[in-house]
């Protein structure tokens, strides 16, 4: 099944002009290089096209006919002159969205379009308790749209094993990958492996962890799950929790972007305690659902937040939403702090009194809850977001039965991928985020789990896809791919990065039409640049890759 493209990113537009200036050189002179391959790869998935509503493929017509002419649109569309057609084969491997606006190459295009709401795909795609108006709806677009993907990704044929193994050799045998590295790339429409390089070993995967966060929260959580927080008065008392449901996404921002927003809360719940005539009142806070250390066992990072089940912006210490920041010390004691604040700024006389759990008896007063789970891991996957990714490391946990714990989460992990019959031999989990040395995954896994997010029987994982981030665009690998590399709009892939570990995951349209997973690990490097450019480089080779 194929459905109109969701309407979302219009408050993109300026940034998106901007870009397509400064861009406007390079992307004219790679048009010209790849335009043979563009045009091949738009008649193999051209019965794709088809199948999507007129307006895609009007527009998608006018790319096709004008490739010399850069416009907003082409850059909008994702680059077409680089391969990224937009047809249900390019889609699939390039969908044209993100979690917290930064793809600024394809929104605007996409802001056209007719909304359906979705995983963070529009601002206008519905509303929920506690999120602004306008906030997604909790069940995501893509699935529909990558449905569509089976033909076109088949069309071209398969690379054949010896011809891109002389492709990717010459990249992934390079001493600056350190002694130990393991490789896999595989064929998403039929699930071979089509290359290997040690791909069962098990090697420390760094971020590329939050692949298989992902996929678990999405398989035992579901897609549309939302987390809640919420406010509760204990019986014949005066005395109001504050009780964390393990939403790091929680705001205290007036423009919450489509979050959970503690402002709301404190609306509602004043609003609630004047029906009750309650104007003086005692606020705690309870976060029992979290069990074990608050500290992972790297200890205190600007990375990562002390894991708690209450939090307000990921317990940041400045106006950031993605990167290292300096975090509170105490983020569920901060996070009752100003909702006291805003009470008291709706008339509630309001003391704090520490933490106190809720009792069972205690009645409800008001509730919001998060975006949903599709869009968690679409913005965990695209900025590498440590916070939501040991926040969904929990959520696993609570929906298998395990301790909602760092070691908890990680045995959830497991557990739930293994419910996906996934290749397990020689993987271990010690953390949902990949900080941890204790991870172990292998390639095959990866890849394996990257081509299970693109099949018609999984469409709940298809966030795993969606939130990749897209070479030369979209978070952490939005400035390592120049205008003018072959992966830039094409490339989509999870970067890996600590000290000594460099790995990057993902997939890729190949010259063919081919959609291809692939997973590169490398350990003991020891120059982080050249490591990440000869990844990069790899997966670029790739996306140019006609090998048959």
Not at 297 to 322: F, H, K, Q, W, Y
Request: net charge negative; glycine share 10%.
């Amino acid at each position: 099944m194929v459905v109109r493209e969701p309407k979302v990113w219009r408050a993109a537009r300026p940034r998106v002009v901007r870009v397509a200036r400064a861009v406007k050189p390079g992307i004219a002179r790679v048009t010209h290089a790849v335009k043979p391959g563009v045009a091949r790869v738009a008649q193999v998935v051209k019965p794709g096209v088809v199948r999507v509503t007129s307006a895609i493929t009007a527009r998608s017509s006018q790319l096709t006919r004008n490739t010399k002419k850069l416009t907003t649109l082409q850059l909008t569309a994702g680059a077409a002159t680089l391969g990224l057609v937009l047809s249900a084969g390019a889609v699939a491997a390039a969908g044209p969205w993100d979690s917290t606006g930064q793809r600024t190459a394809e929104r605007d295009w996409a802001a056209s379009r007719g909304g359906e709401g979705g995983a963070d795909h529009g601002r206008n795609s519905g509303t929920s308790s506690g999120t602004a108006a306008g906030a997604p709806k909790p069940a995501p677009s893509a699935p529909s749209v990558l449905a569509g993907l089976g033909g076109a990704a088949g069309a071209g044929s398969a690379p054949e094993s010896g011809a891109l193994a002389a492709v990717l050799d010459p990249f992934l045998n390079s001493s600056v990958l350190g002694p130990r590295r393991a490789a896999a790339v595989v064929d998403v429409e039929t699930g071979e492996q089509l290359y290997g390089q040690n791909a069962d070993d098990a090697l420390t995967p760094a971020s590329t962890t939050k692949i298989a966060t992902a996929a678990a929260a999405l398989s035992a959580a579901g897609a549309d799950h939302r987390i809640e927080t919420r406010t509760v008065l204990e019986p014949g008392s005066a005395e109001v929790v504050l009780v964390g449901g393990g939403d790091p996404t929680l705001t205290a921002h007036k423009d919450t972007g489509g979050y959970a927003s503690l402002r709301t809360l404190a609306d509602e719940t004043a609003a609630a305690l004047a029906e009750r005539h309650l104007k003086e009142i005692t606020l705690t806070y309870d976060a029992s659902l979290y069990e074990g250390p608050v500290m992972h066992s790297i200890g205190e990072n600007d990375n990562l937040a002390p894991v708690t089940a209450l939090m307000v912006d990921e317990a940041r210490l400045n106006d950031s939403s993605s990167g290292t920041a300096k975090r509170s010390e105490d983020p569920a004691a901060d996070a009752t702090a100003k909702f006291a604040d805003l009470l008291e700024e709706r008339g509630v006389t309001t003391r704090t009194e520490g933490s106190a759990e809720a009792t069972k008896n205690a009645e409800d007063l008001a509730a919001v809850s998060s975006a949903p789970l599709s869009t968690l891991v679409e913005r965990m996957l695209t900025n590498s977001d440590n916070d939501i990714a040991e926040a969904l490391a929990r959520q696993v946990a609570l929906a298998t039965g395990e301790q909602t714990s760092f070691d908890g989460g990680a045995a959830a992990i497991k557990k739930e991928l293994k419910k996906l019959e996934l290749p397990l031999e020689g993987v271990e989990f010690a953390d949902g985020s990949g900080l941890s040395r204790g991870n172990e995954l292998t390639p095959a896994l990866l890849t394996t789990l990257l081509a299970e997010s693109a099949a018609p029987s999984h469409p709940e994982l298809r966030p795993v896809l969606t939130g990749l981030p897209i070479a030369g665009f979209t978070g952490t690998l939005s400035s390592r791919y120049t205008p003018e590399a072959a992966g830039t709009g094409v490339v989509r892939a999870k970067t890996g990065t600590l000290t000594g570990v460099n790995t990057l995951a993902g997939t890729v349209v190949d010259a063919d039409g081919r959609l291809l997973s692939f997973a590169f690990l490398a350990m003991d490097t020891t120059d982080k640049a050249a490591a990440q450019s000869a990844l990069d480089t790899a997966a670029s080779a790739l996306a140019t890759c006609g090998c048959r």
